[in-house]
Structure formats: structure tokens, C-alpha cells
């Protein structure tokens, strides 16, 4: 079954850095973009960055542009999110989604359970 | 694009109806997703293309709307429905906007 397992979330001092990786089993991982979601705790829902299945497309939201990177590795089906400069406001829930079957636009069937990123002194 | 939902909180007793709304700021067609989510939970996908019922999803949970305003309905409502529910355009590639959420008790 399709399983998507986030790690690399701890407690970082602002500005330092940190690198998220998405572990995706039970589908053809190079065939799907994969996204990146986050929510502040007790917040809503915030999209944060989109790669292509190819990786030839990366977007991000205007409040990380710059200062995140989002890559894949589809040898070992994973996606990994690098973030430097980080700020108490991206203290959140990091979750990698991907779009149902397969296409450029939809809804997300799959979601990791998350990653906490706390940014703090 | 924003999303906007309203209520922010709706109280129904069990059995009864749900109506959640959620405006687009401007026009997403048909690109719009709905997702539930409990505490401590990743969100579920109940509605994609504003009103295609998610693999999975009980028949109660329907969607509507087009263009800037979509209704996610849920027909009967039942203890297990209590969450909040998100909105979500994919129309304006490649960012997507959520909505702030509606949450929904039982009362």
C-alpha cells in the first residue's frame, strides 16, 4: 500500500538549517510530483513547495522562496526538503503529499503523518 | 488566490445536515479539492474536482459548485464526522491555496 514517511524534523536555533526527507513506498515514485505541506501548530494548512516527477520544475511559496530547496532522489523513492534560514514562523508539521493518479492537478490522496520543525532559541 | 471558508465553527446535531462553504477570491473552475482532518491526524481527501467523491468515501460527503463558490455537504451527519475541513484550489499552478478551515462539532 501506498506509504509516504517523513523524518528529519527536531528543535533548530533560527537561522541555522535543516533537511527534511519523505520516504514513498507502494507506487511508482518517478512517475508523481511531490509536494511539500505544512501547518503551524493549531493553524491551518500552508502548501510550501512542488517538484515535478521529472524534477525539471520546482515552485515554492513566496514565504520560503529562496531559503528552501526541494529535491528527489527516485533511486531510493525519496524526497527530501533542504531549509536554511529558518525562522520561528516555519515552526510547523512538515508533510510530503502527492496528487492522485498521477496528475499535474488534484487533490492529495496521500499524505505523510509529518515531521515537527520547531524554530526556536 | 484566497480561500475563504465560512463557518469557522458549525454545531449539528447527528443525523442532521452540514453545509460548509468556501469562496475563491477569484475564478479556480472546477479545480478545488475538500479535505477532513482530525486531531493529531494527516487530512483525508473526500472531493476532488469539486465534486468527485475520493476513493473510499462515504456516499453522505458531497461537493458542488464551480468557478468561486463551492459547498461541501455532509447529508447526515454522524459522530465520527467531527473535524475540520479544508478547501483547496489546484487551479492556479503551482500554488495552491488553502482555505483557514471549517470546524465542525457535534452538538
Known amino acids: 500500500q501506498v506509504q509516504l514517511v517523513e523524518f528529519g524534523g527536531g528543535v533548530v536555533q533560527p537561522g541555522r538549517s535543516l533537511r527534511l526527507s519523505c520516504a514513498a513506498s507502494g507506487f511508482t515514485f518517478s512517475s508523481y510530483a511531490m509536494h511539500w505541506v505544512r501547518q503551524a501548530p493549531g493553524k491551518g494548512l500552508e502548501w510550501v513547495a512542488v517538484?515535478?516527477?521529472?524534477?525539471?520544475?520546482?515552485y515554492y511559496a513566496d514565504s520560503v522562496k529562496g531559503r528552501f530547496t526541494i529535491s528527489r532522489d527516485d533511486s531510493k523513492n525519496t524526497l527530501f526538503l533542504q531549509m536554511n534560514s529558518l525562522r520561528p514562523e516555519d515552526t510547523a508539521v512538515y508533510s510530503c503529499?502527492?496528487?492522485?493518479?498521477?496528475?499535474?492537478?488534484?487533490?492529495?490522496?496521500?499524505w505523510g503523518q509529518g515531521t515537527l520543525v520547531t524554530v526556536s532559541s | 488566490i484566497v480561500m475563504t471558508q465560512s463557518p469557522a465553527t458549525l454545531s449539528v446535531s447527528p443525523g442532521e445536515r452540514a453545509t460548509l462553504s468556501c469562496r475563491a477570491s477569484?475564478?479556480?473552475?472546477?479545480?478545488l479539492a475538500w479535505y477532513q482532518q482530525k486531531p493529531g491526524q494527516a487530512p483525508r481527501l473526500l472531493i476532488s474536482d469539486a465534486s468527485t467523491r475520493a476513493t473510499g468515501i462515504p456516499y453522505r460527503f458531497s461537493g458542488s459548485g464551480s468557478g468561486t463558490e463551492f459547498t461541501l455537504t455532509i447529508s447526515s451527519l454522524q459522530s465520527e464526522d467531527s473535524a475540520v475541513y479544508y478547501c483547496?484550489?489546484?487551479?492556479?499552478?503551482?500554488?495552491?491555496?488553502f482555505g483557514q478551515g471549517t470546524k465542525v462539532e457535534i452538538k
Open positions: 477569484q475564478s479556480v473552475s472546477s479545480n
Open positions: 503529499a502527492r496528487v492522485g493518479g498521477g496528475r499535474v492537478r488534484g487533490g492529495y490522496d496521500y
Open positions: 517538484m515535478s516527477y521529472d524534477g525539471s520544475k520546482k
Open positions: 483547496q484550489q489546484y487551479n492556479n499552478w503551482p500554488t495552491w491555496t
